[in-house]
């Protein structure tokens, strides 16, 4: 019996761990040069490896969200890198001169209006924040490797 208990008790646990990721879409821009993106790209962009959109010079400006959120733990656990150290690597590209830091908001509201107006922006936002204003690159579910 206590066996069982245990059993259904990691059931439980691993199940809810499961509802605490959340769904997440990548946005950018109307007038970015691409229709998707791979996650590879995607890392490129949010660590500065890559600082333009392919074939063309559009600068890519990168956006997060300032404080934790189910859809930033989401976006980070896609990319497969912590937020903290994300700051980290972009922390040593600033102090070498090699790019500035995301521009960072308080709520996604912000930065989908930010993304909508700002040529070159990428970010994330939750699926049901997404407007007709911007490209959707990506749709990230949980588990999506």
């Keep these: 019996m206590r066996f069982r208990l245990k059993e259904i008790l990691l059931v439980v646990l691993l199940c809810s761990a499961r509802d605490v990721h959340a769904q997440v879409t990548v946005i950018a821009h109307q007038d970015v040069p691409v229709e998707s993106i791979s996650k590879d790209l995607l890392l490129d962009f949010y660590t500065r490896d890559k600082l333009s959109w392919p074939s063309s ?78 490209k959707v690159l990506i749709e990230i579910d949980h588990g999506d490797g």
């Design 57 to 134: 010079k559009m600068e890519v400006v990168v956006s997060d969200l300032r404080l934790k959120s189910p859809v930033k733990d989401s976006f980070y656990d896609y990319l497969g890198k912590s937020s903290s150290r994300m700051r980290s690597i972009w922390l040593k590209r600033k102090l070498a001169g090699e790019g500035d830091p995301p521009v960072f908001f308080q709520t996604e509201e912000e930065m989908l209006e930010h993304v909508t107006n700002t040529p070159g922006a990428i970010g994330f936002v939750h699926p049901s924040k997404v407007t007709t204003n911007v």
